[in-house]
C-alpha cells in the first residue's frame, strides 16, 4: 500500500495569514506517461462528510476560492491556504489515486490563533 | 448535482453482518465507479473498496475476506455487507462516487453511524 504521511497534525494559524499543510507519500504517484501526479486534498468540517478541494495535486475544483492552493509532485505535496478564513477551520485530508487500494493521509486540524 | 445517501442499521452486535445502502439521487449511476469509504470516530478515512455499474469490485485487502458490494442500477443503489464485525468496524460509513478507477471521490453522501456493541 501507498502509505500517505501529513504534517503537522494540527496547526494554528491567525485569520488573513499562511496555512501549510504537507503531505508525504510511500512512493511516487507521478505516472510519468502523462506527467500527472495522482493526488487529490479534501477538506472535512465537523459532522460533515469530506468535500473534494484539489485533484490532479493542483487543479481546484469548481467553486472552490482561490486562497486554496495546491503544489507538488512525486512524494512530496502542500496544501497552502492564504489568507486564512474563519470558515476554513477543518481537518484537511490528502488521497492518492495512483493505484489501489486508495489511501488517505492521517489529517491536519487547522484552528484559528 | 447527484446526492448520494446512506442508509443502515445503527447499531449492531459483535459477529453479525453489516448492511449498508446509498441510493443515488438520479440516473448518473451507469458509468461510474461508487466507493465505500469509513471513519471510526476522530480518526481518519479508510477505503472500503469500489463498484463499477456494470458490477465488477476492487476491495481494499486489508477488508477483502469480509467484504461483499452490489449494485442495483434499476433502484439506483449500491450496497455494502461487511461480515463478522467487531467493536473496530464501528464507524462513519459514507458512500462517494468515482470517475474512473483511480480517481478522486467526488461527491461524498452524508454517511451513516455504525456502532458496534454487544
Known amino acids: 500500500d501507498i502509505v500517505m504521511t501529513q504534517s503537522p497534525d494540527s496547526l494554528a494559524v491567525s485569520l488573513g495569514e499562511r496555512a501549510t499543510i504537507n503531505c508525504k507519500s510511500s512512493q511516487s504517484v507521478l505516472y510519468n506517461s502523462n506527467n500527472k501526479n495522482y493526488l487529490a486534498w479534501y477538506q472535512q468540517k465537523p459532522g460533515q462528510p469530506p468535500k473534494l478541494l484539489i485533484y490532479?495535486?493542483?487543479i481546484r475544483e469548481s467553486g472552490v476560492p482561490d486562497r486554496f492552493s495546491g503544489s507538488g509532485s512525486g512524494t512530496d505535496f502542500t496544501l497552502t491556504i492564504t489568507s486564512l478564513q474563519a470558515e476554513d477551520v477543518a481537518v484537511y485530508y490528502c488521497?492518492?489515486?495512483?493505484?489501489?487500494?486508495?489511501?488517505f493521509g492521517g489529517g491536519t486540524k487547522v484552528e484559528i490563533k | 448535482q447527484v446526492q448520494l445517501q446512506e442508509s443502515g442499521p445503527g447499531l449492531m452486535k459483535p459477529s453479525e453482518t453489516l448492511s449498508l445502502i446509498c441510493s443515488v439521487s438520479d440516473d448518473s449511476i451507469s458509468g461510474y465507479y461508487w466507493s465505500w469509504i469509513r471513519q471510526p470516530a476522530g480518526k481518519g478515512l479508510e477505503w472500503i473498496g469500489h463498484i463499477y455499474s456494470s458490477g465488477s469490485t476492487n476491495y481494499n485487502p486489508s477488508l477483502k475476506s469480509r467484504v461483499t458490494m452490489s449494485v442495483d442500477t434499476s433502484k439506483k443503489e449500491f450496497s455494502l455487507k461487511l461480515s463478522s464485525v467487531t467493536a473496530a468496524d464501528s464507524a462513519v460509513y459514507y458512500c462517494a462516487r468515482s470517475t474512473t478507477v483511480i480517481s478522486w471521490f467526488d461527491p461524498w453522501g452524508q454517511g451513516t453511524l455504525v456502532t458496534v456493541s454487544s
Open positions: 490532479w495535486a493542483s
Open positions: 488521497q492518492q489515486y495512483y493505484r489501489t487500494p486508495l489511501t
